[in-house]
């Protein structure tokens, strides 16, 4: 074999070795997606954005991961361990700032912005036999409030602080799952579960078409106490079986959160589909009916990606 002949096929080797490598890294490209308990808002949110991914970025492959919501998913972020993760806003905040009482022994300084979602409704449903409508008559009675360390968890120990009240008043806390806690109501082991999430959450509609129920008002001077990221807010007659009024509560915003070691192309085409596929994502939940992308930023707690960046500066909001 002549010089040139080995030497065109020693580059020819080399350029279909590159252009294999390059196949494989685009193959290679995993985005897992942090979500919550399968009865929440954010799995059947994360089930979509799983398929738009899939469907949308080149080459990548998606998972969705259940778990216990925002506090694990935040510190999975900061491990490396997700790309992606739903969470709630005060535990992001906690979280960058290092609360070691909300399950953060450092700060997660790895965390970045992608979007500003949806708002959760801090909800209270009760058992109509237990008599309470009041956050006061929740004293000496049993109620669960999430899994320990969850942002449902932290929410409610904020929001009976706000009320002057705590744990140690209760007559039971449960420290359970959406999905469990229904399942204890239905079966007269449990007086209240309180539940932070969107509207219409599944594990609410499935308890007040089983069980007689009632959702206990929180009055708007407790958002006043809270004050940012919590704010007042109304749960609409309708919005579960039975409910046949407005009920006043509190909410605080969801946000979309990844970290520093997703690539910049990445946590574009994450954020890009995200808003360019809308109706994809209200058709797995209403909750998502209220994610704009004139509010993609608002409230961020911690800095943008770069990436995300990038898509805001092309659509002008930057």
Same mark, same amino acid.
């Given at each position: ?133 009041? #956050? &006061? ?5 049993? %109620? ?7 942002? *449902?968890? $932290?929410? /409610? ?49 499935? #308890? &007040? ?5 009632? %959702? ?7 958002? *006043?106490? $809270?004050? /940012? ?50 109706? &994809? ?38």
């Amino acid at each position: 074999m002549s010089n040139s002949i080995r030497n065109f096929a020693l580059v020819t080797v080399g350029l279909v070795s590159l252009a294999t490598t390059a196949t494989a890294a685009r193959a290679d490209q995993f985005i897992n997606i942090l979500t919550g308990g399968t009865s929440g808002v954010y799995y059947p949110l994360g089930v979509a954005l799983s398929k738009i991914y899939g469907e949308t970025i080149e080459g990548a492959r998606t998972q969705v991961q259940a778990t216990k919501a925002s506090v694990e998913n935040l510190n999975l972020l900061q491990q490396g361990r997700g790309e992606i993760a739903f969470a709630l806003g005060d535990s992001v905040k906690m979280a960058w700032e290092g609360d070691a009482d909300a399950g953060f022994k450092a700060p997660l300084d790895k965390l970045r912005g992608i979007a500003t979602i949806y708002p959760n409704y801090i909800q209270i449903m009760a058992s109509r036999e237990s008599g309470i409508t009041t #956050l &006061a008559e929740l004293k000496e009675q049993s %109620l669960s409030v999430g899994a320990p360390k969850s942002g *449902t968890e $932290l929410n /409610a120990r904020a929001i009976l602080a706000a009320a002057g009240m705590s744990y140690d008043q209760l007559g039971k806390t449960e420290y359970l799952p959406f999905a469990e806690s229904v399942e204890l109501m239905k079966n007269r082991q449990l007086d209240a579960t309180l539940q932070s999430a969107g509207l219409g959450v599944s594990s609410f509609r499935d #308890l &007040a078409t089983s069980l007689d129920v009632q %959702l206990v008002a929180i009055p708007a001077e407790i958002a *006043t106490k $809270l004050g /940012a990221p919590y704010v007042a807010a109304t749960v609409p007659a309708g919005t579960y079986e039975g409910q046949d009024a407005d009920v006043s509560t509190v909410a605080v915003g969801n946000f979309l959160i990844t970290h520093s070691d997703v690539s910049d192309d990445v946590a574009y085409e994450m954020t890009k589909q995200l808003f360019e596929n809308l109706p &994809a994502l209200s058709a797995a939940h209403k909750a998502a009916g209220s994610v704009k992308l004139e509010d993609a930023m608002t409230g961020m707690p911690v800095p943008l990606h770069p990436g995300a960046e990038r898509y805001y500066k092309e659509k002008g909001l930057l």
